[in-house]
């Protein structure tokens, strides 16, 4: 069966605090604007369109309700959602997705970012948030230049974990067999535990948590950081 795609972009001038979004299997690409209004692509399988509206401040995305038998498929899905907003203006970001690809990069956001995902991956860029909460199977998730004033909590299944420059006034990542690694604050002190894989941190993060704590634990992952 042929899968046909199309590509339809609309532009939103409506204000709205929330973002809201319901991927399902759809990956999701969320960047800053260049104006003020709010740009959003769709590149989605013509029998599975997606639909969104405003509603209490939230602007909601999300897959139109359609006859089961419509998703029934073969294949990957190729579903894509680009939205690019405007700086500064989130309140919260909430995102969940099934086997997509979350992409978040030079974002505002002065609440939570939630970001629930089955078997995709997470990267994020250059953000900023009060709280970043993340939970999900497998998948990698990369976290470059994330910058939370409360907390950082990462919990994953068989995922690789990397943080890199991020900051938080707590950090907590739970894995079963993904590793986590990265470079952090050298004024973190850490907390880290695993069963059966390496540990590998330098003597500055041992010790009084001047800075902020960072709490890891794996089973068979390693824990690394420079």
Known sequence: MIVKYVTNTYEITDTYKNLLINAKDASVKIEPSNDDSTKLVFFENKK???EFYI????????LVKTR???????????????????????????????????DISSITCNGAI???INTGKINLESV????????????????????ATKHISIKRGTGKVSL????????FVKTN???VRGRLPSNMAFIVQTNTGRIEIPKA???????????????TGNIKFE
Do not use: M
């Open 48 to 50: 599975h369109p997606y």
């Open 164 to 171: 890199n420059d991020c900051s938080a006034h707590e950090i």
């Open 55 to 62: 509603e209490d401040d939230t602007l909601t995305i999300k």
């Open 205 to 219: 993060h041992i010790g009084e948590a001047i800075g902020g704590r960072c709490e890891i634990k794996t089973n």
């Open 68 to 102: 089961w038998y419509n998703f029934l498929r073969i294949g990957i899905d190729r579903s894509e959602i680009r939205l690019c907003v405007p700086k500064s203006i989130l309140e919260t970001i909430s995102v969940s997705s099934n086997t997509g690809r979350v």
């Open 177 to 179: 067999t993904g590793s």
């Open 114 to 116: 939630d970001i629930q």
């Open 128 to 147: 900023f948030c009060q709280v970043f909460n993340s939970k999900g199977n497998t998948g990698h998730i990369s976290l470059n230049k994330l910058t």
